[in-house]
């Protein structure tokens, strides 16, 4: 991609290049913002597998740049035709939840003839006779035909078509934020300082520098706003598409399923366009205390966390090539997103890290660039950026903080442990079956919108 052509009198510091940073950086790219990208390691890259995105994050591709749409289109995997708009497919694996029934019924005849046959059954909807592993019901995306399609990607092949997005010439690699500072030369610029000893001069800094970031740490100035331990840890792993076919089924394996059980669930669903079903497997954990957030565990200690579960989750779990586990971590709610001096934001998960229970944290991000890149577009000097933080800030905050505290309750939702609704799937289906119309219905452009009025009557 050529260069782009810069008409601000103001440059800016995009530190991080996963998702958000270069989301943030095609969003600026359309208003002919100046910027740098400084990326910690020695190219861009991203850790993880599968990630999905629902239809607040499309849209919100679309809106930022028709490129970044095409790019997630590319990489993009849908499902059958019939189960395009499903999110979910729901089943019980816990062999837990048949065995507490069968006591209360008699009949052991499979719901849907996909059961495991084992004559332990419950009860759903007032029908009993359901076995593990039979689906329940479905959860779909309201308004779905105005997106042009929902599904998973693979987090390195997207970053990769993202990447071809944006000129290398904005790149600078191998820079590990260390500190930021005011600059003493009477600029109000910022220096960001890097751990090769190098710095670097800008008007602000745009911290997209995730869950661990820097950014918020050198801004907020207390570990009391540090990333803490959710209770949940999860299993990652991919499976081919040939193997989990064979040994699910097609309907199961191309198509996106969730599991439930007692404090543990696992999701699937497809990626690369068809050819692998990426697998997360959660599981409760009453704290973390290794020093790393991802390690490598035995077979035997994966299987130990499902032991009471029947097929059909045994049989993912058994098929994961990989036994890392990654304790997940969110974010207390910061005070703010901004500072004036230095001049820094906060944007995705250096804001807001959330838990993954409902899908939705890339997605902030994204939403997030939309909006402050916009306002970056309006500012017409130095001064204007307090004013487009500030009117960022008062626009995304609530919404970017809703979603961590929402996430933590949905993995407890989904793993039966929700005071009130516990393992009653009645309960549980009548929860789920709107929870996420809030985060899919927002309506972007009327939050742009109000940024934009906010921003205008502060200047």
Not at 21 to 32: D, F, P, S
Not at 122 to 134: E, L, Q
Not at 319 to 348: K, N, S, Y
């Amino acid at each position: 991609m050529s260069d782009p052509k810069p008409t601000k009198p103001f440059n800016l510091a995009i530190v991080g290049g996963g998702i958000t940073g270069l989301t943030l950086a095609i969003t600026l790219l359309q208003h002919n913002v100046p910027f740098t990208v400084y990326e910690s390691a020695s190219k861009f890259g991203e850790i993880g597998a599968g990630v999905g995105f629902g239809p607040n994050a499309v849209r919100a591709m679309g809106l930022i740049s028709p490129g970044m749409h095409e790019a997630y289109q590319r990489c993009g995997t849908k499902q059958w035709q019939s189960k395009q708009d499903v999110w979910f497919t729901t089943r019980v694996a816990d062999r837990r939840k048949a065995a507490a029934a069968t006591a209360d019924t008699t009949t052991t005849t499979s719901a849907d003839g996909d059961g495991n046959g084992d004559g332990e059954t419950f009860a759903y909807a007032g029908r009993p006779g359901y076995h593990v592993g039979d689906a329940l019901w479905e959860i779909r995306y309201p308004n779905f035909e105005e997106i042009g399609g929902v599904g998973g990607v693979h987090r390195a092949h997207f970053l990769d078509q993202l990447v071809q997005l944006i000129p290398a010439s904005v790149a600078r690699f191998g820079k590990r934020l260390v500190d930021i500072a005011q600059a003493g030369d009477g600029s109000e610029d910022v220096v960001l300082h890097f751990a090769d000893g190098t710095t670097a001069q800008h008007s602000a800094v745009l911290g997209c520098d995730g869950i661990k970031s820097q950014t918020r740490k050198l801004l907020l100035g207390s570990d009391e706003y540090n990333a803490v331990f959710s209770g949940k840890v999860a299993y990652r792993g991919l499976v081919s598409m040939t193997k989990a076919v064979e040994l699910l089924g097609e309907e199961k394996a191309m198509n996106s399923q969730i599991y439930f059980g007692y404090h543990g669930h696992i999701l699937t669903f497809p990626i690369e366009k068809g050819k692998t079903m990426n697998v997360v497997a959660f599981a409760s954990r009453e704290s973390w205390t290794a020093p790393n957030w991802v390690i490598q565990v035995s077979k035997e200690e994966l299987l130990a966390d499902f032991q009471t579960w029947g097929p059909p989750a045994t049989t993912i779990v058994s098929a994961m090539e990989r036994h890392d586990v990654w304790a997940l971590f969110d974010h207390p709610p910061a005070p703010t997103f901004h500072g004036t001096e230095p001049r820094i934001c906060l944007v995705g998960d250096a804001a807001h890290a959330t838990t993954p229970h409902q899908g939705s944290g890339a997605g902030m991000g994204i939403e997030d660039c939309y909006v402050l890149g916009n306002l970056l577009g309006e500012a017409a000097s130095v001064q204007d950026l307090d004013r487009v933080f500030k009117a960022y800030e008062e626009v995304r905050k609530e919404r970017g903080q809703k979603v961590v505290v929402t996430s933590r309750k949905a993995g407890q939702l989904w793993d039966f442990e929700a005071e009130g609704i516990n393992d009653d799937l009645d309960a549980l289906e009548r929860n789920m079956q709107t929870r996420m119309h809030w985060i899919w219905n927002n309506d972007l452009e009327a939050d742009l919108e109000r940024a934009k009025a906010i921003f205008r009557q502060s200047t």
